[in-house]
């Protein structure tokens, strides 16, 4: 401001008046005060600008948390910008390229957006999706579009630029949908769940249940007022083990039984108390299962597996009777396999004893035909067949053949394919060779049946023999004048009586062989006497002038402890058989002590016995000559009285014309000769 010329005079210099210095005082306070109050807002202004700064610092950084952006969209150019963010290229992006990176399905929404604008809405929203990839491989990010214009001209209300802030939703949208998903997943879960939920708040009031928790309860509506009207302190079931306000988690099997829903079967419940982080009750979850079915299943299972434990041990003890039965008969179960190649024998059930391929089977047999047979697949057979086969040993490694019995049944397909054989094969060795023995002894007994008869004959002619001698004799003697011709009559008659008698005891002691009656007294004696006695009486018997009797006795005591009378009767027995058949030479009898036991013999020089024949004069009837004398019971008696002694008998001969010996051994045990013994 120029306040000079007020203070100029006309001269130059300057006035000081009154008037001119009032003016002058009034217009330096104007000056400043105006000078302050230019300050002033200046410092206003200054201070308004830092708060706008500021704020705009705040929305950028609020802008930046939230991930918006702001573009300015000009309408009469239809070109925008970016404001703030890089939405846009930096140059920005006009109307037909931002249509290329929109969604063909959201133009119409925007375009409905920009109409709202133009007819003067301050404000509009839409959502968009904006790919931020290629046109070959599309982003698709979800945006949220909130619109404000500018107007220049307030009365027209036409705007000239539309400010849009632009938020990406694509994570909000991307977890609100998973958490719908999740959302729908839980109800799906709850409401289809297998068994029954339901929820109680802390006053144990129900919330909420799933189907299941309806159909086990037998709710009569969604929400059944008897259920819904108590509270789950006031159930039967819980009255007794919840504490109200304080519940420790329960699991639990019972009997459900409410009388007011028909409610009566077999559960199985928890109770899962739900409490904040102050240790307060918030919730009750409850959980039951009907178990009715899986009960019923599970006595039914248990009354099973005692069947089958009942079952199994029949089974076992089957198996076991059946493994007894097969080893004591000596039998196996088998099956041949065409798929397989092999043959199996089985000691049980299950237990394979051994396993032979089918081409090994052929050599086990004697008769291969029949191996051959039983191993062709064509061969038909609607029965068993039975075969007595002769095959080398299955179970063992002796190399003897056996005999076994052998069945066999084809195993077929469904198709009625024969695919193999089985059946049961039992060895018979044992059963073979009794046949064989009872064959024997049928013709042994044929024949002592032809020897009986022969024996009866011979016994009749014997007996008649020395009785018609007696009987001949006697009637003979009172005849007689002389001495001389009745001893020797009388020595006639004596000698058949001897004969008969001989014959009458050698029938009873067969008798008493026949019944086992045999009977050993043992006593204590001195066997050098008592043989002394023996061949005193032996001798008298040999009458055959060409014929010595020997008597051998080595010994000059022998205490020992036997049966004399029945040594007394072997030796009688082998002498009266030396006796018959011994012409010339001699006959020894003697004895020794040898191995524990005594041992007596008889030798002769007589006809001898072939080889064939020695092991056949022990047995009863046999006679070597029919033409000689006697029933050929004798030895036989001599072998019943060794046996019964657990001795041994037995006879040497090199054969015919060269004599024989026979001999016994029993045993006995020595014993030292006291002073004063017989």
Known sequence: MNIYPILLTQNGSVLFDSVSVMMTFFVIIAFIITWILNRLSI??????????????????????????????????????????????????????????????????????????????????????????????????????????????????????????????????????????????????????????????????NLLTTNQKMRDILNFQSPDDPYYY???IYDMPTFKEVLNNRHIEELWFCTKSVILERGVNCYTEMRVHPIYDAEGELVYITFSIRDVTTERDLYMKNKSNDEFIRQQTEAIQEYEKELQYLMESCDMRYWRASFQTGEVNFYKGLSLVEKTLSLSQVPNMFVDKTIAEKLLNPQQNYHESSTYLIQTKPFFHDNGELQWNMLDAIADKDEAGNVIGFYGIIRNVNDLIKKQEQLMQETERAKESGHMKSVFMANMTHEIRTPLNSIVGFSDVLPMLQTPEEKQEIIKVIMNNCDMLLRLINDILALSTADSSGITIEEETVDFVKTFANICQSMEQRVQNPNVQFIADSPRDALVISVDPGRIQQVITNFVTNAVKYTQEGHIKVGYDYRDNGLYIYCEDTGTGIPKEAQKRVFERFVKLNDYIQGTGLGLSICKAIADKCHGKIGVDSEGEGKGSTFWMWIPCEEQKKQEGDI
């Open 43 to 204: 410092l206003r202004i200054r201070k308004q600008s830092a708060g706008i700064k500021d704020a705009s610092a705040i929305m950028r950084h609020t802008l930046n948390m939230s991930q918006s952006y702001v573009i300015q969209l000009n309408i009469s150019t239809q070109h925008a910008v970016n404001m703030h963010g890089d939405f846009l290229t930096p140059k920005g992006m006009g109307y037909q390229e931002s249509r290329q990176h929109m969604h063909p399905d959201d133009w119409t929404g925007y375009q409905r957006f920009i109409k709202q604008m133009m007819d003067g809405a301050e404000t509009a929203e839409c959502f968009f999706r904006w790919n931020v990839g290629t046109k070959e491989a599309p982003v698709w990010r979800n945006i949220r579009n909130l619109g404000i214009a500018e107007y220049t001209n307030k009365y027209t209300r036409v705007p000239t630029s539309i400010y849009c802030t632009l938020t990406d939703e694509t994570d909000n949208l991307m977890l609100e949908q998973e958490e719908h998903q999740l959302t729908d997943k839980y109800l799906m879960t709850f409401e289809q769940s297998i068994i029954g939920l339901a929820f109680y708040d802390k006053d144990g």
């Open 229 to 231: 009207g108590n509270t």
